[in-house]
């Protein structure tokens, strides 16, 4: 996306160099991977020590040290550094040990200032429920990408993103007359399905039934007849998925654990959600909370409900998480772990598992979105960060810190030992293509987990095609001036952390991918749905690493015309929590839970 991206190394060259860094740490098994940080790069964006001190509790940088979290209410953005700082702070402080809030000395994700998110029920809605110290996590073992529409998205071969609605099988025949579709009959060599009605005469020229109206011409509606379906938008074109299933796609490591998912909104998150539901007049519904008096007024609703917020200021925050099972990995020792409830399947069959229970298990964590509310900008900061061994990284280019300046390229990473790859191959089309999916993508209303045509159910192999959140790389070899500053950014943040922090200490080994927010603070825009990221509208325009992604959560959706407001975003733009947080509208308040409480009580 080159107008963001230059945007932001615009920006980034107001930061100010300060101090050096040390070089990454080194696993202790053998035969693991990771990703190795230029050492030589230009230091934009670095933390001082002085303030690096400040981020510890008791003043002093300590290995597994507990840390604060950044001050969202007094944020104050003067280049990109100061995004990408507050993404370092508040990841050292998620993964904390945790001293005070009453977790039994976990960390400070698994504490009382979290609340847990449940899977949807049957009809979308979830339930908030805090972490208690003997209590343990239930994971999901997929997770649902979905678009500006809160359906489930895909996205096609030729890169576009497109939303899926669910419907019976009528379209529309070419005189607009309703027709229910009796058979679909599989593509031939020319990639066309044929729908066939119900008497068996083919349906000419058939078109989908679009309910929905927002970016329609991107919404497609699968057309699905027994086991056989086809995706058809509203002017008859058949969209091709890259994937056969297109969405719910399932990952596994190469040490064969399923990767499972959890949701998590903090204290403040779930108070200022609850007063908006409950129509409580002290509290904005129009935006989360970004100023002082928008936390005092959530701290006060929530002390009618006989709560604290311990750590207010660091307003509205979600998390998204990605985790696989310890055991299965040479080196656990190296993640950062947590006890929860994962579902087990039958898996004698390599074409199907179905669902035959649960178990509790130690789970590593592989991968974190940190979305937050801070001044100046209620459509949040958007970061995320993986663990150095997850994936190969595409190659990239960086900034050196010579005083020429020199721009270098770093070659795609080769090696086995990576978490979700065992190939060296150098082609981007060996890479992230999905070998099983959740057969709710199907229609199905059941979980179990199937292989994509030609696949097993078994490890696939993942790259990281836009390291960095740039978007030079791609096979088309296309590059933007200002990928390798914005690049060098984000390179020299991790390196700078990372050196700061004493010892042995896990934090080490994950790596900031990124982090995204709009110019300005202005509302999302849904940069890249409309398929034209190169000229995007100056009002709303991603800021930052404008093409980020997870390669465990956005693992088939990395693309160069997508970011996070993508689908976190809505027509027209707006700041509104249910346009910015897809679980938003779908919680059930806190107070109902009280409620419950209380009764129980009496």
Same mark, same amino acid.
């Given at each position: 996306m080159k107008k963001p991206i230059k945007i932001a190394a615009a920006i980034a060259l107001l930061g100010t160099v300060l101090w050096g860094c040390k070089s990454t740490t080194t696993p202790s098994a053998t035969n693991v991977s990771k990703v190795i940080l230029p050492t030589d790069v230009c230091k934009s964006c670095v933390v001082s020590q002085d303030t690096f001190k400040t981020w510890f509790k008791n003043g002093v940088p300590a290995a597994n040290a507990a840390v604060v979290p950044a001050n969202s209410v007094t944020f104050t953005?003067? &280049?990109?550094?100061?995004?990408?700082? +507050?993404?370092?702070?508040?990841?050292? +402080? *998620?993964?904390?040990?945790?001293?005070?809030?009453?977790?039994?000395?976990? *960390?400070?994700?698994?504490?009382?200032?979290?609340?847990?998110?449940?899977?949807?029920?049957?009809?979308?809605?979830? *339930?908030?429920?805090?972490?208690?110290?003997?209590? #343990? =996590?239930?994971m999901a073992g997929h997770i649902r990408k979905l678009g500006p529409n809160r359906l489930p998205a895909f996205m096609d071969k030729k890169g576009r993103l497109f939303e899926i609605e669910e419907a019976k099988p009528i379209v529309k025949d070419a005189t607009g007359k309703p027709v229910e579709v009796g058979e679909v009959k599989p593509a031939t060599a020319n990639g066309i399905a044929q729908l066939l009605d119900k008497a068996g005469k083919p349906i000419v020229h058939p078109m989908a039934l679009i309910h929905h109206k927002v970016n329609a011409k991107f919404i497609v509606q699968r057309v699905k007849v027994g086991k056989s379906f086809v995706f058809l938008d509203g002017s008859g074109n058949q969209v091709q998925a890259e994937q056969a299933q297109a969405t719910d796609d399932i990952m596994m490591s190469q040490g064969k654990s #399923?990767?499972?998912?959890?949701? #998590?909104? &903090?204290d403040v998150y779930a108070y200022y959600m609850t007063g908006v539901r409950n129509h409580d007049p002290s509290i904005d519904s129009t935006s989360f909370p970004t100023t002082a008096a928008a936390r005092d007024a959530v701290c006060k609703y929530a002390r009618k409900n006989h709560a604290i917020l311990p750590d207010s200021n660091a307003l509205a925050i979600e998390i998204k998480s990605s985790w696989v099972e310890a055991s299965t990995l040479p080196n656990p020792q190296d993640y950062v772990t947590v006890n929860a409830i994962i579902p087990t399947y039958d898996t004698t069959n390599n074409q199907i598992w179905k669902p035959n229970g649960e178990k509790k298990a130690k789970m590593a964590l592989v991968g974190i979105h940190i979305v937050g509310s801070v001044a100046h900008h209620p459509e949040m900061i958007w970061a995320t960060f993986e663990h150095e061994s997850n994936t190969p990284n595409a190659k990239y280019q960086y900034v050196d810190s010579t005083k020429a300046k020199t721009v270098k390229t770093v070659p795609q990473d080769k090696g086995t030992g990576w978490l979700f790859s065992n190939t060296t191959d150098t082609a981007l089309t060996a890479y992230n293509n999905s070998h099983m999916t959740d057969t709710t993508a199907t229609g199905a209303a059941t979980d179990n987990i199937i292989a994509t045509p030609g696949n097993t159910i078994s490890p696939s192999n993942t790259m990281q095609t836009l390291p960095w959140g740039s978007a030079w790389g791609q096979p088309t070899n296309q590059q933007d001036s200002s990928s390798a500053a914005s690049n060098s950014e984000i390179i020299s943040i991790n390196n700078n952390v990372r050196g700061m922090i004493p010892g042995e200490d896990i934090r080490k080994n994950y790596l900031f991918i990124g982090a995204i927010w709009t =110019?300005?603070?202005?509302?999302?825009?849904?940069?890249?749905?409309?398929?034209?990221?190169? &000229?995007?509208?100056?009002?709303?325009?991603? *800021?930052?690493?404008?093409?980020?992604? &997870?390669?465990?959560?956005?693992?088939?959706?990395q693309s160069p015309n997508f970011s996070c407001f993508t689908c976190h975003s809505d027509s027209p733009a707006s700041f509104a929590p249910a346009s910015i947080s897809h679980i938003f509208s779908k919680l059930e308040p806190l107070y109902r839970v009280h409620d419950q409480l209380n009764k129980k009580k009496k």
């Open positions: 953005p003067n &280049n990109n550094c100061d995004f990408y700082r +507050w993404s370092e702070q508040m990841f050292l +402080w *998620i993964t904390s040990p945790d001293s005070s809030y009453g977790s039994g000395g976990k *960390i400070v994700l698994e504490s009382p200032v979290f609340y847990n998110v449940s899977p949807p029920d049957s009809a979308g809605n979830r *339930i908030l429920t805090p972490h208690k110290p003997d209590s #343990l =996590f239930h #399923l990767v499972y998912y959890l949701s #998590l909104v &903090n =110019f300005k603070g202005t509302p999302p825009t849904g940069n890249g749905y409309d398929q034209n990221p190169v &000229n995007p509208p100056a009002s709303g325009t991603t *800021i930052g690493t404008s093409v980020l992604a &997870n390669t465990t959560m956005e693992t088939y959706f």
